[in-house]
Structures are given as C-alpha cells and as structure tokens.
C-alpha cells in the first residue's frame, strides 16, 4: 500500500521554465512533507519543507504548495536550471504520532532540456 | 567528517551469507537513521537511532536485518543469511537532533545478492 504516491516517473522541462512536480498522499495523519533531490550515485539532499499548517513554502527558485483537502503536493521550480536535473522525492511523516521515518514516494525524474 | 560516509560503496555477496555496513554520521549529529532503495522504489525507512535510546526497529522487513549504534558515533547495519530481495542501495543519514527531518544522507552502498 502506497501512501505517498509519484505518478509521474518522468518530466522534461526546457531550460528556464517552470517545473511542476506533484506527490499525493492517501494517510490523513501525515503532518509534515519534505521534498528531496537526488543525483546518481549520491544520496538524496534535502530541498524544502512544509507543514500542514501552511499551504506554501519558498525558498529562492522552489516553492511548496500544499492542498490538505486533496492530500496533494506540489514543488514548483522558477526559472528551470540544467542543474536542476535530477531524481525529486516527495516524502511524508506523522510527527504529532511521533513516528521517526519518513515515507518516500518512488521519485520523478526531472530532465532540464537546454 | 564533512559529510555522511558509508562502506562499502558497493558489496556483491552470495546468497546465504552475512553482510556488514558501516555508516560513519557527522559529527555531532544524534540522530541516525538506516533506510533502502530497491530497484524503481521509493525509499524505506528501516531503523533509528537517537542518542542512547532504544532504536526504533519499526521498518526493519525480517528479523535476518539488525543494526548497532554505540553513543553518537558509528553504526553498522547486519544483514544475514542475505536473500536476492535483499539487493538494494542501502543508505544511511543524520541529523543534529530528532524532529530535523532535513537528513545529511551518505552516498549509500550499493548491495547485490547474486
């Protein structure tokens, strides 16, 4: 059973643009969202975060968005950067649960075309 | 260190045989925590580690799967009588304290069971 879901594998963007990755979740109990970015053969890095009391994060080019009604997230990225290219992994915890890990979702690819 | 360091990077075992991991987290951090990626899945949370409380073993998938933590310092993730469903990059992070969910992740070892 699949609480944090990615149902997009791929995404290509031209340099520039605008990147809209989205996550949905199915665990109402979820109280926290993190986005990472990963690069092959590296780990995962962190990116942004938000809770759910909020409905929007910035932080410089990426921003949150979060729809607790749809139990849906997105990660905007303004403008688009070759750098940016990557693997992006939205992830999911119950912190008021006091659950210590994270639930990821199976990451999209992110291909910045120049 | 700077950074979250694993060996092996990459470990080919047969099946049936015990295999050890080390993770070596930042210095100071106490919070440490195990996870897994299997081929085109998302990452699992295993196990994590908090100072000198007793871990949580929640996502551990078998009791053939332990892990040790002495203090704030390393930890090694043991694996016995390995499966090929065990193949995964197994990756470790940490954090300077437990609710920072913005982990340092290692680059991870990969492990194939052949």
């Known amino acids: 059973d699949q609480q944090v879901k990615q149902n997009s594998p791929s995404l290509s963007v031209q340099e520039g643009r605008i990147s809209i990755l989205n996550c949905d979740y199915t665990?109402?109990?979820?109280?926290?969202f993190l986005w990472y970015k990963k690069y092959p053969a590296e780990g995962p890095t962190f990116l942004i975060s938000?809770?759910?009391?909020?409905d929007k994060n910035e932080d410089g080019r990426f921003t949150v968005f979060l729809n607790k009604s749809a139990k849906h997230l997105s990660l905007h990225i303004v403008p688009s950067q070759p750098g940016d290219s990557a693997v992006y992994f939205c992830?999911?915890?119950?912190?008021?649960?006091?659950?210590?890990?994270?639930?990821f979702g199976k990451g999209t690819h992110l291909i910045i075309q120049p | 260190g700077a950074g979250v360091s694993q060996s092996p990077s990459n470990k080919v075992t047969e099946k049936g045989k015990d295999v050890e991991l080390r993770c070596d987290p930042i210095?100071?951090?106490?919070?440490l925590y195990w996870y897994r990626q299997r081929l085109g899945q998302g990452l699992e949370f295993l196990i994590y580690?908090?100072?000198?409380?007793?871990?949580?073993k929640s996502g551990l998938p078998s009791d053939r799967f332990s892990a040790e933590r002495t203090g704030e310092s390393v930890s090694t993730l043991t694996i016995q009588r390995t499966q090929q469903e065990d193949s995964a990059v197994y990756l470790c992070?940490?954090?300077?304290?437990?609710?920072?969910?913005?982990?340092?992740f290692g680059s991870g070892t990969r492990l194939t069971v052949v």
């Open positions: 580690f908090q100072g000198n409380s007793a871990p949580d």
């Open positions: 938000i809770s759910s009391i909020k």
């Open positions: 992830a999911a915890i119950n912190r008021g649960g006091g659950a210590d890990g994270l639930t």
């Open positions: 210095s100071g951090h106490t919070a």
């Open positions: 992070a940490s954090s300077l304290v437990r609710g920072d969910y913005g982990y340092t």
């Open positions: 665990n109402s109990m979820f109280d926290y």
